[in-house]
């Protein structure tokens, strides 16, 4: 299951969101993903099973453009380097494209938990 986020909450009242973007901003800049190339659903964790899911039901060409992104961050790791800054990610790319999948998983999985779970009785 995902984890509870309160950015619905804070999006929703503008006074809230103009106070901690900045803050956000700054801590996306200094995770550094970006500088690798990375967009953020890239780090999210394969080990899952909603996950592992979510990935078979990427497009062709978005799969393999996620599979690029980590193997040249593993290069520049590798080499103890960063992107050019013309090639990092910029905040206007860094798009979800794994989670909605992994949330529509998810849901179906629950789904499937909560019909599989039914006991039915029989009356006589």
């Known amino acids: ?3 509870y986020s309160l950015a619905p909450f804070i999006l929703r009242r503008p006074w809230l969101a103009k ?6 901003n700054w801590y996306a800049g200094a995770a ?3 500088k690798l190339g990375l967009r953020y659903d890239d780090l999210i964790e394969e080990e ?3 996950t592992q899911l979510a990935l078979k039901r990427l497009s062709a060409k978005e799969a ?8 040249r961050s593993i290069q520049c790791s590798y080499q103890h380097k960063l992107l050019p800054k013309d090639q990092w990610t910029k905040p206007e790319e860094d ?4 989670r909605p999948i992994i949330e529509q998983v ?3 999985l629950a789904e499937k938990d909560a019909l599989d779970s039914m006991s039915v009785i029989k009356k006589h």
């Open 1 to 3: 299951m995902s984890a």
């Open 19 to 24: 106070m901690v973007m900045p803050a956000a």
């Open 32 to 34: 550094g993903y970006r």
């Open 48 to 50: 899952r099973e909603s």
């Open 64 to 71: 393999y453009e996620r599979v690029y992104r980590i193997r």
């Open 95 to 98: 798009v979800p494209y794994l």
């Open 106 to 108: 998810e849901a179906e």
